[in-house]
């Protein structure tokens, strides 16, 4: 199956802060990828899909980029509710995986 | 939106099996837009999938935690179930219930989530 590796684990920021949180697939994927957010005692919720495709009500503050085997989730002036964990996700061949996460924490 | 919630019990022994079912409101499950996943997440293991089933009952699932395990839907309810046999302390974790749809790219995102259910595997 195709692993995901999410850099960092963990990241201390401010709110007002740009962040950049990267995922790399163990084999290309194309576009197909998926970032989500989690917040304590939640389940998570989907924010960016085809790797740069926003969904429906996520702040424009949240962009996504990449193809192939290298992606990034960039967070553009952080608000205090976007303290969270997130993971990146991929479907390929009927098979799917989520990368171990990147908590991000208020510094 | 599609709201889901799952239910079942939220304690199983090892050895025996782990039954749960989610309830799927606000649409229809016999959309073709949609398969229904369960993914589990526990503290060592962090986000697993464990498969999707769609509307005539076909499944893929993951071949990693295959063993044991039977998706099946119950449109007529609007309902779809996860089963796994022989359970042990390692499959203790928070069990959710999503939808998933299908993008541009090929990707089966999930859109829709439960709130999730704790199920501890413990004599």
């Known amino acids: 199956a195709i692993q995901l590796t999410q850099s960092p684990s963990s990241l201390s920021a401010s709110v007002g802060d740009r962040v950049t949180i990267t995922c790399r697939a163990s084999?290309?994927?194309?576009?197909?990828l998926a970032w989500y957010q989690q917040k304590p005692g939640k389940p998570p919720q989907l924010l960016i899909y085809?790797?740069?495709t926003l969904e429906n009500g996520v702040p424009s503050r949240f962009s996504g980029s990449g193809s192939g085997t290298d992606f990034t989730l960039s967070i553009s002036g952080l608000h205090p509710e976007d303290f969270a964990t997130y993971y990146c996700?991929?479907?390929?061949?009927?098979?799917?995986?989520f990368g171990q996460g990147t908590k991000l924490e208020i510094k | 939106q599609l709201q889901l919630q799952e239910s079942g019990p939220g304690l199983v022994k090892p050895s025996e099996t782990l039954s749960l079912t989610c309830t799927v409101s606000?649409?229809?499950?016999?959309?073709?837009?949609?398969?229904w996943a369960w993914i589990r997440q526990s503290p060592g293991k962090g986000l697993e999938w464990f498969g999707n089933?769609?509307?005539?009952?076909?499944?893929y699932y993951n071949p990693s935690l295959k063993s044991g395990v039977t998706m099946s839907v119950d449109t007529s309810k609007n309902q779809f179930s996860l089963k796994r046999t022989s359970v042990t302390a390692a499959d203790t974790g928070v069990y959710y219930c999503?939808?998933?749809?299908?993008?541009?790219?090929?990707?089966?995102?999930?859109?829709?989530w439960g709130q999730g259910a704790l199920v501890i595997v413990s004599s």
């Open positions: 999503a939808s998933a749809f299908l993008t541009e790219t090929g990707l089966w995102g999930f859109d829709s």
């Open positions: 606000g649409g229809s499950m016999t959309s073709s837009n949609y398969h």
């Open positions: 089933i769609y509307h005539s009952g076909g499944a």
């Open positions: 084999q290309g994927i194309g576009g197909a």
């Open positions: 085809d790797a740069s």
């Open positions: 996700q991929q479907f390929s061949d009927y098979q799917c995986t």
